[in-house]
């Protein structure tokens, strides 16, 4: 269970002004998507939270300390990423990989914990992942590498999942199925998440609080109802969107 | 991870390792017994055959093992530095650098440990001087390290090529036997013992975060790698083995490039099982390369270089198509 503030944050990247003075606080047990045109800042955003990302001006606290006191170590335990590029390659199998993910934890310089073991196997069977666990990262489908690091990050138990594009080469299913799990371990621990995506309808059926990015450092922050709708989202995207009304959720769709 | 096969792989390379050394204590041009060997270490003699034993082949043999192991952890925090399969000890200009000074030596007459020095002054020269230039603008990035690498290469590769062509025939024959790496001159001592003990245990302690760091810069630091001063430390530590290497040596090539990923492709990919089996792996295999270089046209001695090639290749590409066709 943490709280990650953001106060007045202003970044931008090669003199280009990406957000100004934004401020949001994502509480335990939050889902907030981070909607945006091709290069409005999302990445940039998620790498500043995680501190892999200087910014000009503001603060970003987690559990009311600057994330700039922690040391990577200390952070990697509470704020989980998973990053847009995939795994560089140097041999290694899946199972290797995932457990990977529970290094920020581990104890002892050589032995490997049952814990993590067990830990990993688990993320190994909830990103179905269990029959491929031998199998080297370089004979994987993208699909398939991009649930291998979902496993990793869930391995690592953080409790804030910042996710840049989770649903990158997933297949329709997967891409609910993978959300579906994450949002579940989300609920068991009180933990948070920041998403970032292009995927307006997968973000809106899971997620509750929005920043939408425009251009010139612009943005928009709040509840879904208040973000999600067809101006904003054309005006966001510099293209008209519709949007259509079904029983379980709104939506968007380009015309 | 590391399973009951990965202590096989290091009991088997242990094994290997004391045959290996066996092997070149009994070869060159003055034959030795097997009980001369054993007799010698229990019981120091003062026959012709214990002191050829004592004087020329133990330090030989040790120095051809601690070149070897150093050669092969260099590769293996190269590689994973660079993340770059293609990466070997030399491939940031090390070498080059180390072969100006020597070749430079040579081409003024001196010889032992001046050109020993000079040797090692040349690789530290440009260590620094590749540091230097891929750190000018404050970030270094890992593309920026290999360019610079690469091009101060190609430039030592220049000066070198001017040493050969304008030095008379006499000194390019020894130019050309230290560039293809020879081990007939070397010695080694105990601050080379010490170094390689330092960096096992060293790399030991920094396995783990070498495993994250094999799966991209990023990602380590997402589960806590603090890469900037891993990254300092891995290629300090690198280019001072690459350069006590090569200083004993020579440029012997092939060791630092196939030996990690003859061991990767042997199932050896973390490296708290990567790291021993290498120094093992590549400690044997220059033992191995330099006893038949010197007996194989004995009494005249080949370049310890050309033998690590003739077998190595060979070797590589068997088991590469062995592990592929699984």
Same mark, same amino acid.
């Given at each position: 269970m943490s709280r990650l503030e953001? !106060?007045?944050?202003?970044?931008?990247?090669?003199?280009?002004?990406?957000?100004?003075?934004?401020? *949001?606080?994502?509480?335990?047990?939050?889902?907030?998507?981070?909607l945006g045109k091709n290069g409005a800042g999302k990445t940039s955003l998620i790498h500043c939270i995680a501190g892999l990302r200087e910014f000009d001006t503001g603060e970003i606290k987690l559990n009311d300390r600057n994330v700039a006191e922690y040391s990577r170590a200390e952070l990697a335990r509470e704020i989980g990423i998973l990053f847009q590029d995939g795994l560089e390659t140097l041999p290694a199998t899946v199972l290797e990989t995932v457990m990977l993910g529970r290094h920020p934890h581990v104890q002892s310089l050589f032995k490997d914990s049952n814990d993590d073991f067990e830990i990993t196997h688990n993320a190994l069977r909830d990103f179905?992942?269990?029959?491929?666990?031998?199998?080297?990262?370089?004979?994987?489908?993208?699909?398939?590498?991009?649930?291998?690091?979902?496993?990793?990050?869930?391995?690592?138990?953080?409790?804030?999942?910042?996710?840049?594009?989770?649903?990158?080469?997933?297949?329709?299913?997967? !891409?609910?199925?993978?959300?579906?799990?994450?949002?579940s371990t989300l609920n068991k621990r009180n933990a948070s998440m920041l998403m970032a995506t292009h995927d307006i309808n997968?973000?809106?059926? *899971?997620?509750?609080?929005?920043?939408?990015? *425009?251009?010139?450092?612009?943005?928009?922050c709040g509840d879904k109802k208040e973000v999600l709708n067809q101006s904003n989202l054309s005006r966001a995207y510099d293209c008209d969107i519709q949007a259509i009304e079904t029983d379980k959720q709104t939506l968007f769709f380009p015309i | 991870m590391i399973g009951t096969r990965h202590y096989l792989l290091i009991g088997i390379l242990l094994v290997f390792s004391c045959f290996s050394i066996l092997f070149s204590l009994l070869s060159g041009s003055v034959e030795l017994s097997i009980t001369v060997v054993f007799s010698e270490l229990f019981n120091p003699g003062s026959e012709l055959e214990n002191q050829v034993l004592r004087e020329i082949r133990i330090p030989r043999t040790l120095s051809a093992f601690t070149t070897g192991g150093l050669l092969a952890i260099s590769g293996v925090v190269m590689q994973v530095l660079l993340r770059n399969p293609l990466a070997d000890p030399y491939i940031l200009g090390i070498s080059g650098g180390a072969a100006v000074g020597a070749l430079s030596a040579i081409l003024l007459g001196a010889g032992g440990i001046l050109l020993t020095n000079a040797a090692f002054a040349g690789a530290i020269f440009s260590i620094i001087l590749v540091f230097g230039i891929a750190n000018k603008f404050g970030r270094w990035s890992v593309t920026r390290l290999l360019l610079t690498g690469v091009v101060v290469s190609a430039g030592w590769g220049a000066v070198i090529n001017i040493l050969l062509t304008t030095s008379s025939t006499n000194n390019v024959q020894s130019m050309l036997f230290w560039l293809m790496g020879d081990l007939s001159q070397s010695q080694v001592h105990v601050g080379h013992y010490a170094l390689l003990s330092t960096g096992l245990v060293g790399g030991l302690i920094l396995a783990r975060s070498l495993n994250v760091l094999s799966r991209g810069e990023l990602v380590a630091q997402g589960l806590g790698v603090n890469i900037n001063r891993l990254r300092l430390i891995l290629y300090f530590a690198a280019s001072v083995f690459t350069a006590t290497a090569v200083t004993v040596a020579g440029? &012997?090539?092939? &060791?630092?490039?196939?030996?990690?990923?003859?061991?990767?492709?042997?199932?050896?990919?973390?490296?708290?099982v990567l790291l021993p089996c290498s120094?093992?792996?590549g400690g044997s295999f220059l033992v191995i390369a330099d006893s038949l270089a010197r007996s194989l046209i004995a009494p005249q001695q080949l370049p310890v270089g050309v033998v690590t090639a003739v077998i190595?290749?060979?070797?590589?590409?068997?088991?590469?198509?062995r592990t592929i066709s699984k």
């Open positions: 953001i !106060q007045s944050l202003t970044l931008s990247i090669a003199e280009k002004l990406l957000c100004k003075d934004l401020s *949001f606080t994502i509480e335990a047990n939050e889902c907030w998507g981070l179905s992942l269990t029959e491929l666990c031998h199998r080297h990262l370089d004979s994987l489908s993208g699909g398939e590498k991009q649930r291998v690091a979902i496993a990793m990050l869930s391995a690592q138990s953080p409790n804030i999942f910042l996710l840049d594009e989770p649903s990158n080469h997933l297949d329709i299913a997967f !891409q609910v199925n993978v959300l579906k799990v994450l949002n997968l973000a809106s059926r *899971f997620c509750d609080k929005f920043i939408l990015l *425009f251009e010139h450092g612009e943005f928009l | 440029s &012997v090539g092939f &060791v630092g490039l196939v030996i990690p990923h003859t061991l990767r492709l042997l199932g050896a990919r973390d490296h708290r120094i093992l792996l190595g290749v060979p070797t590589f590409i068997f088991i590469l198509r």
